[in-house]
């Protein structure tokens, strides 16, 4: 459970950083603090604001606290979720669908935290607690690859190299139609959609979003694309491909066409994170990872495939 919270700005924080003002006007640990703006639960003037951002005086200040602490739930294993490499500073996972990052108010299925505890796997305990060794996430409907921090300084710097854009973070997705151009970069910012919080929507005045794309392969009903994300913002790519009249295949949230979802067997999104590539926090040398099609997506693609001969 949450609590939302609201209060005009007072003078004395005018200027000061969000996850700053909330340590003082909530008694929170900066930590968690910037861990609420991350996650999206802080908004001024009914705009959602990063934890960096400066707040003015007077402005209307809502975020969205949680509630009591329930003890945790035991580690549970998660099926499908496999590992692509380990060591002892980072974990790389393969996501399945229908598994979240980590717990969230609402949200009772499975998750990559309980799952890689439940493998025995210790990570670091830096961030929230239900977000420990998270330093990126995946929507619950999307698959592929992840990477957590197993030891402290693997978590500062992932989420340094992730917030200085270092990160090439390359994914697939299968959108409706023929976007035109072929090849091309959404900039276009992104904020909570204002008739719909629990969705996103390209809104002026939202946080800055970059999504650069290619087209892969051409369907007669859809297109295959590489995607690369500059900035990281919630559902970017499934947002950006909305407002581009794209959207993913399968993606009911946002506008797909559900007749083409279920010719082609799909109940989500088709959207994979297929590659993964940074500096490794403690050596410093390049790695990089790939992860295949999960059945569903790659079932989809034959059926267009099938369609063309």
């Not at 975020?63 to 790389?92: C, M, Q, R």
Request: net charge negative.
């Amino acid at each position: 459970m949450t609590e939302l919270r609201g209060l005009p700005v007072p003078e004395g924080l005018a200027g000061l950083r969000v996850d700053a003002a909330l340590t003082r006007l909530f008694g929170l640990s900066r930590t968690k603090a910037a861990d609420l703006a991350d996650a999206g639960d802080v908004s001024v003037e009914g705009r959602v604001r990063g934890k960096g951002d400066r707040l003015v005086a007077g402005a209307w200040l809502e975020v969205a606290l949680p509630g009591p602490e329930a003890p945790p739930a035991p580690p549970e294993p998660v099926d499908g979720l496999s590992v692509i490499y380990v060591d002892d500073e980072i974990l790389v996972i393969d996501k399945p669908v229908g598994v979240a990052a980590h717990p969230s108010p609402g949200w009772t299925g499975p998750t990559v935290t309980s799952g890689v505890a439940a493998m025995g796997y210790v990570m670091a305990s830096s961030g929230a607690d239900e977000r420990q060794g998270i330093v990126h996430r995946l929507d619950a409907g999307t698959t592929g690859l992840m990477v957590l921090a197993r030891s402290e300084s693997a978590y500062t710097a992932l989420k340094r190299a992730f917030k200085e854009r270092t990160v090439d973070k390359g994914y697939h997705a299968l959108v409706q139609g023929h976007p035109d151009p072929s090849t091309g970069t959404i900039d276009a910012p992104i904020d909570r959609n204002p008739t719909h919080d629990w969705r996103f929507a390209v809104v002026a005045g939202g946080r800055p979003s970059v999504t650069h794309y290619s087209t892969l392969e051409a369907f007669p009903a859809a297109s295959l694309l590489d995607i690369i994300l500059e900035t990281g913002r919630t559902h970017q790519i499934r947002v950006h491909m909305t407002a581009l009249r794209h959207p993913c295949v399968g993606d009911a949230i946002y506008g797909a066409d559900p007749t083409l979802a279920a010719r082609l067997g799909l109940s989500r999104q088709w959207l994979h994170a297929v590659r993964l590539e940074f500096a490794h926090p403690a050596t410093g040398a390049p790695v990089s990872f790939t992860s295949p099609y999960p059945p569903d997506l790659a079932a989809a693609l034959d059926i267009l495939a099938a369609d063309q001969r």
